[in-house]
């Protein structure tokens, strides 16, 4: 039995991290959009700090699958994409577009805190526990802090 290290990652553990890569990107698109359409200034720099925040992530996860010689993934989901066509349709519909877009980042932040959480319990002791740890942490953050000011504005 191979004993797994940041160098040598198992295939499931690849597995997980490529998932983890893909759903960072869809959240950096998702916070990009966001910022764009945002009125609010302060939100809207939240969001692009965000975004920011998510590429680092991801490039650290794909630096992990590099160095396995592993082909990380560079593009989101196409789900992620059917998602922000949503969220055009929804702003366009409702009068309150602050409101609606923090509602769909949240739902957004939703699914990635989900993917650390099972990639956490599904992994225990990985080599890679510790970088999801820390990800996990400021995705739990960014998550908490996008959901009270969702509250913040709603009606």
Not at 43 to 57: D, E, H, N, P, Y
Not at 65 to 72: H, I, R, V
Not at 109 to 115: S, T, V, Y
Request: aromatic share 4%.
């Amino acid at each position: 039995m191979t004993v797994e290290t940041l160098h040598h990652l198992d295939e499931k553990t690849t597995e997980t991290v490529q998932e983890l890569l893909t759903l960072n990107i869809d959240s950096r698109d998702g916070f990009r959009e966001a910022a764009e359409k945002l009125d609010d200034v302060t939100i809207g720099s939240l969001c692009q700090t965000l975004a920011m925040q998510r590429q680092a992530q991801a490039d650290e996860l794909a630096r992990l699958l590099e160095t396995n010689a592993e082909t990380p993934e560079r593009s989101g989901s196409f789900a992620a994409s059917l998602h922000r066509i949503w969220m055009d349709i929804r702003e366009s519909l409702v009068s309150d577009n602050t409101y609606s877009i923090l509602a769909e980042a949240e739902r957004g932040e939703d699914q990635i805190k989900e993917a650390y959480e099972k990639a956490l319990k599904d992994n225990p002791g990985s080599a890679i526990n510790e970088v999801l740890l820390r990800q996990f942490s400021q995705v739990k953050a960014a998550h908490d802090r996008i959901r009270t000011l969702r509250d913040e504005f709603a009606e």
